[in-house]
Structure formats: structure tokens, C-alpha cells
């Protein structure tokens, strides 16, 4: 019989923190890292669409908390750390158009990452994708901030200014040894400047993934398409806020045998 200690030494974790990029590309993700990791591996992971990194969001109906105020965080702590662990931190710029300042949402990263130093995993950081911000129409900005931050009222050439000193700071807080800085490969976008495109998303979790030192494979044969967008729109996290009322889900929420758990904050 394995022991217990044993067990959990042979499993892998992968903490990923995110907003809608993660939640549009959850099932991806969820194909291509048992591909990539040792398994069992148990997915953690502090996502949403609109999701803020330090204060409450909202989307449509529904409300999250900061993924600081998360309970992913006491659950990570109550884990034994023996598991092998990477961290993902992806879509940094919705705080943005919360009208956050950079040097906000800066001390907000560094705090996620003092946390997740504490797993002893190495980092992964994206930066912001420059490339079309640089070039967003002002009617598409207008569009997009009136769906995803109606409450916005941030003009697009601020937005422009803090995303180019934001993508800076982040390159300087990659510099140290346990953190790689993934820059925004342009051709992962489209029409939509800020959502990887559906057929683009396999690339960028192998892209994010082998940064990390796993293996690599033929990410071309994972499809992505409306269906796995929306396949876990339904699936609730620990805490969420929906029409008002509150509710909360033991985790993990997602289980495939024993070679994968999901745990959504």
C-alpha cells in the first residue's frame, strides 16, 4: 500500500489565477495540462470573467471577490506543500478599467506572488497585449467597456498610457529567478483585443505551460470551440454572489477518476 505522504508527493498542483481569458479557455486548459503535467494533478484555480485581482467584480448577475480575498489562499495554506507546484498569473489588465492605478494593481501582484512563493512553485506572468490596445479603434473601446466595465467611464488614451507602464512594471517584477514574463503574442488576438482567440487558445497554454518546464506536445490537435467556452459557464466556485444572493460549493468542483481535480475560487 502507498502511503499517504507518498501519495500527495507524487501529486502535481497548478495554481492558476485569471479573469476571462482562464474562464473562456478553462476546458482547454484542462486538455492540454494533463498532457503536459505529471499526474494525478489538481488544478487550483482564482478565475472569472471580469475578475478583479484586489476588490469585488461584477458580471451581469453575478458577483466574485478579489482574488486576494479568495479562499483559495487559506485552502493552499491548509494543503501539505509537498505537491510539485506551478503558478500562472494571466489577465492583469481588467483592474484597468476599474480605473485602478498601475502602482495598485502592481502592490496587488506582489502580494499574489509573496503567496504563491509560499508553494515554492515556479511563476509564470503574462504581459499585457500591447499590440492591439496600441491600435483599439475608440468605438470598439467604447464598445468593449460598456459590456464587460459598464461602470467605466475611462477614456481610451489612459487606458492606453497606464497598460504600457503596467506591461513595463510587470517585465521588472519577472526579473527574478523563480518568475518567467510571457509576452502577449499578438497573433493570439483578433476583432477582440483582450480574449485569445478560440483557436488560438491551445498555443497559449502550451506557450504558458512549457514556460514553466513541462512538456512539451502536438498542442494542434486539441480543438477549441463555442461549446468548451461555454462548457463550464455554469460551474460554481467556492463563493460567488448570484442575483443577490450568496452562495458557496465545496471544491474541487470538477473531478475526471483520479488523475484530475478542479478547485474554482
Not at 480605473?99 to 515556479?122: F, H, K, M, N, Y
Not at 492591439?132 to 481610451?156: C, N
Not at 486539441?222 to 442575483?243: A, C, D, G, Y
Request: positive net charge.
Amino acid at each position: 500500500m502507498v502511503s499517504e505522504t507518498n501519495d500527495q508527493a507524487e501529486r502535481h498542483r497548478l495554481i492558476v489565477l485569471g479573469a476571462s481569458n482562464v474562464a473562456k479557455s478553462l476546458d482547454v486548459l484542462l486538455r492540454v495540462a494533463p498532457r503536459m503535467i505529471s499526474k494525478p494533478l489538481e488544478v487550483y484555480a482564482a478565475i472569472g470573467r471580469g475578475r478583479s485581482y484586489g476588490t469585488q467584480s461584477q458580471f451581469l448577475f453575478r458577483r466574485l471577490p478579489g482574488i486576494l480575498e479568495s479562499e483559495l489562499w487559506p485552502t493552499l495554506e491548509s494543503r501539505a506543500n509537498s505537491a510539485k507546484t506551478s503558478c500562472v498569473i494571466t489577465d492583469i489588465g481588467n483592474d484597468l478599467l476599474y480605473s485602478r492605478t498601475v502602482d495598485q494593481i502592481i502592490a496587488w501582484l506582489e502580494q499574489c506572488i509573496i503567496r504563491l512563493r509560499l508553494t515554492a512553485g515556479p511563476i509564470a506572468i503574462t504581459g499585457i497585449p500591447l499590440a492591439g490596445i496600441r491600435t483599439l479603434a475608440p468605438y470598439k473601446f467604447r464598445t468593449l467597456r460598456s459590456l464587460m466595465f459598464p461602470g467605466s467611464t475611462l477614456e481610451l488614451t489612459t487606458v492606453q498610457q497606464r497598460a504600457e507602464e503596467l506591461n513595463v512594471r510587470v517585465q521588472a517584477l519577472a526579473q527574478d529567478d523563480d518568475i518567467t514574463f510571457i509576452p502577449q503574442n499578438p497573433e493570439w488576438y483578433g476583432f477582440d483585443p483582450i480574449h485569445w482567440k478560440p483557436r488560438k487558445r491551445p498555443e497559449v497554454w502550451h506557450t504558458i505551460l512549457a514556460s514553466l518546464g513541462h512538456s512539451s506536445f502536438d498542442y494542434t490537435r486539441v480543438r477549441s470551440t463555442f461549446m468548451h467556452e461555454i462548457k463550464h459557464w455554469m460551474t460554481r466556485p467556492h463563493q460567488r454572489t448570484l442575483f443577490g444572493l450568496k452562495q458557496s460549493k465545496q471544491q474541487p468542483v470538477i473531478q475526471r477518476g483520479e488523475q484530475l481535480t478542479v478547485a474554482l475560487y
